[in-house]
């Protein structure tokens, strides 16, 4: 079945950076497009990142353009977002999605932005 | 950016009973392939959300029959024809019809 893990949250101060991973199996990695998406309880769920089946298409919410990163490595069949000069805004439980339909999450994983 | 707005806010139901719930796009959600891309979520207390519903009214993989979508346009209903305690939690309503994709506040339910 399909499954995806989170790791590489945690508590950071603000303009730090940190690198979240999503471990995909179940499913053909390579074929899909994988989504990051955060929920906070202030603003709810937020889309932030999108990244094509063979890493050569890429898109951001506004919110991150120009400080987060979206990769893959299909041989290793994981999903990353390097996350540099973060806010406390930030703060967030960060999720990976595959799809445009979002049809399978991770259960997440925790980053806090505080000094 | 398409605005989701979902009501009612939140919901008490007894078990066995109907529930249903609305959720308004601020633009069609009509693609030009003529699908509309419109989905709803469950995310359960604790959970991750999960996806329900797709392109409207199309359930996803082992969602049990009691889930149903329907609307067009921007106007859409997620039902649940008899609630029962699992169905707990906060349901959310999700464009994407393009990039941002966005969802709507929540609709809490909770049983009665």
């Known amino acids: 079945q399909v499954q995806l893990v989170e790791s590489g949250g945690g508590l950071v101060k603000p303009g730090g950076s940190l690198r979240l991973s999503c471990v995909a199996s179940g499913f053909t990695f390579s074929d899909y497009y994988m989504n990051w998406i955060r929920q906070t309880p202030g603003k709810g769920l937020e889309w932030i990142s999108y990244?094509?089946?063979?890493?050569?298409?890429?898109k951001y919410a506004d919110s991150v353009k120009g400080r987060f990163i979206i990769s893959r490595d299909n041989a290793k069949k994981s999903l990353y977002l390097q996350m540099n000069s973060l806010r406390p805004d930030d703060t967030a439980v960060y999720y990976c999605?595959?799809?445009?339909?979002?049809?399978?999450w991770g259960q997440g994983t925790l980053v806090s932005v505080s000094s | 950016d398409i605005v989701m707005t979902q009501i009612p806010v939140s919901l008490s139901v007894t078990p066995g009973q109907p529930a249903s719930m609305s959720c308004k796009s601020s633009q069609s959600l009509l693609h030009r392939d003529g699908k509309t891309y419109l989905s709803w979520f469950l995310q359960r207390p604790g959970q991750s959300p999960q996806l329900l519903i797709y392109?409207?009214?199309k359930r996803f993989s082992g969602v049990p029959d009691r889930f149903s979508g329907s609307g067009s346009g921007t106007d859409f209903t997620l039902k649940i024809s008899r609630v029962e305690a699992e169905d707990v939690g906060l349901y959310y309503c999700m464009h994407s019809l393009r990039l941002p994709l966005t969802f709507g506040g929540g609709t809490k339910v909770e049983i009665k």
């Open positions: 999605a595959t799809t445009a339909a979002l049809d399978y």
């Open positions: 990244i094509s089946g063979n890493g050569d298409g890429e």
């Open positions: 392109e409207v009214s």
